[in-house]
């Protein structure tokens, strides 16, 4: 099956620090990728789809200067965590679907594990 | 807005026990419906996907039925095993392909299934 994977799979940083996190479909092409955040007990919220080439898009209430979306190719979207402070951690997933034949299938990345101090 | 919704928030069974996880959904203008399962600290692995015409699919000892009308959906494991201990999700998508595949999701239920 598809393969979707995230980098790094945790990270801690201070408080001010800015934190990339990049999300890699590694066998297919995906021009659109999805961003969740899961705090603890809780269940996902989708922060922001990405789109291949163009802006991404964000739900609302989330602040597009502060979570920077980045897809610069069909199989990298990155999402930086600007001048992070712990109220933003938490676990950040992404979730690609292959398209084609397999449009209505969404691979899920492994996660990111984001803690700041 | 569309609001999901799953019941019990969290169930402990002994090893044997059939169980239903149940889910509701407030719009019933889904395009399809997933059940997720979640180990702890970690990713979700797709269980089961239920297109909107579809009424039930199953795989292995897992049987997912929806009711697009009402805005239901349950998950019946059966046979339950100390394996199965996870968080189960459940989340309905809008559309196909692009930015309408997003996905929206319950709250979830964790499940301890006693040895």
């Known amino acids: 099956g598809a393969v979707v994977s995230q980098h790094p799979s945790w990270v801690i940083c201070k408080s001010g620090t800015s934190v990339k996190i990049e999300c890699r479909s590694l066998?297919?092409?995906?021009?659109?990728m999805f961003w969740y955040r899961q705090f603890p007990k809780q269940s996902l919220m989708l922060m922001a789809t990405?789109?291949?080439?163009?802006?991404?898009?964000?739900e609302q209430g989330v602040e597009k200067d502060k979570f920077l979306i980045n897809h610069a190719s069909l199989t990298l979207s990155t999402l930086t965590v600007t001048s992070a402070h712990p109220e933003d951690s938490s676990f950040y997933i992404c979730?690609?679907?292959?398209?084609?034949?397999?449009?209505?299938?969404?691979?899920f990345g492994p996660g990111t594990r984001l803690t700041v101090l | 807005k569309q609001e999901v919704t799953q019941i019990p928030a969290a169930l402990s069974v002994p090893e044997g026990e059939n169980l239903v996880l149940n889910c509701s959904f407030t719009?019933?203008?889904?395009?399809?419906l997933q059940w997720f399962r979640q180990d702890p600290g970690k990713g979700l692995t797709s269980l089961l996907l239920?297109?909107?015409?579809?009424r039930e699919q199953t795989s292995g000892r897992l049987n997912a039925s929806l009711d697009k009308s009402s805005g239901r959906s349950t998950l019946y494991i059966a046979a339950s095993q100390p394996g199965d201990s996870a968080t189960y999700l459940c989340?309905?998508?809008?559309?196909?392909?692009?930015?309408?595949?997003?996905?929206?999701f319950g709250t979830g239920t964790l499940l301890a299934v006693q040895p």
């Open positions: 719009d019933s203008a889904i395009y399809n």
């Open positions: 990405s789109n291949e080439g163009s802006k991404a898009t964000y």
């Open positions: 239920i297109q909107s015409s579809q």
């Open positions: 989340a309905v998508s809008l559309g196909s392909g692009g930015a309408t595949n997003k996905l929206i």
């Open positions: 979730s690609a679907p292959p398209g084609g034949a397999m449009a209505d299938t969404q691979y």
């Open positions: 066998d297919f092409q995906a021009t659109t």
